[in-house]
């Protein structure tokens, strides 16, 4: 049973406008939320993330919100930009696995912005 | 955060051979991870690879299929061993060099075709 869930495989936003991307998780343990972001033979990038500690985390044009009662977080771009196309990964961690390096990833929303 | 390489960027291998895959790090790292991305999936820590020990697998995952070295702070191997097609994916290292060291910083991958 997958733990982190993206539900929507692939997203279109035009040029200038919000993109939302969402991420639902089911394991209450998971304390720390990543976001990558992924090009075509390229590995993931690290874009953003938020511990659950806080509920917003705010990085130029990219915002995290994580809803901890809800099991969701969401990643925000404003202005969305076409070099924002690409695959984006959420993924949880928790230390509670004393695993460090155990990090759950989702399968991915694909992104295109359209100029 | 670190600049990581791998080799091969990607192999076309005979079923039953074996690959070994290399991962080599700008600066030197405690810890190692590496992943696997089948297609349309998403991404599945196989080991983690401290330097000095033996790795630690994730469960699915075996010592005998998945051989790692570790010998030094800046390098790492995985071994894909006696290849079959279900072994093709996208082979990905990485390291965690973040606050907390939970943020990941990954490779650019290799992808292995098995025919």
């Known amino acids: 049973d997958q733990q982190v869930k993206q539900n929507s495989p692939s997203l279109s936003v035009q040029e200038g406008r919000i993109s939302i991307l969402n991420c639902d998780y089911t394991n209450s343990m998971f304390d720390y939320f990543l976001w990558y972001k992924k090009y075509p033979a390229e590995g993931p990038t690290f874009l953003i993330s938020i511990s659950s500690i806080k509920d917003k985390n705010e990085d130029g044009r990219f915002t995290v919100f994580l809803n901890k009662s809800a099991k969701h977080l969401s990643l925000h771009i404003v202005p969305s930009q076409p070099g924002d196309s690409a695959v984006y990964f959420c993924?949880?961690?928790?230390?509670?696995?004393?695993?460090?390096?155990?990090?759950?990833f989702g399968k991915g929303t694909k992104l295109s912005v359209k100029p | 955060s670190a600049v990581i390489s791998q080799k091969p960027s990607r192999d076309i291998c005979q079923r039953g051979t074996s690959l070994t895959i290399q991962c080599q790090v700008d600066s030197q790292v405690t810890m190692m991870f590496w992943y696997r991305q089948q297609p349309g999936q998403s991404l599945t820590l196989i080991a983690t690879a401290n330097q000095g020990s033996e790795a630690t697998y994730e469960s699915g995952f075996v010592i005998d299929k998945f051989p790692i070295s570790r010998p030094n702070l800046t390098f790492s191997t995985l071994t894909v061993s006696n290849m079959s097609p279900e072994d093709s994916s996208i082979y990905l290292c990485?390291?965690?060099?973040?606050?907390?060291?939970?943020?990941?910083?990954f490779g650019p991958g290799t992808r292995l075709t098995v025919t």
């Open positions: 990485s390291t965690a060099t973040g606050t907390g060291g939970l943020e990941q910083y």
């Open positions: 993924a949880a961690s928790g230390t509670y696995g004393g695993s460090q390096g155990n990090l759950i």
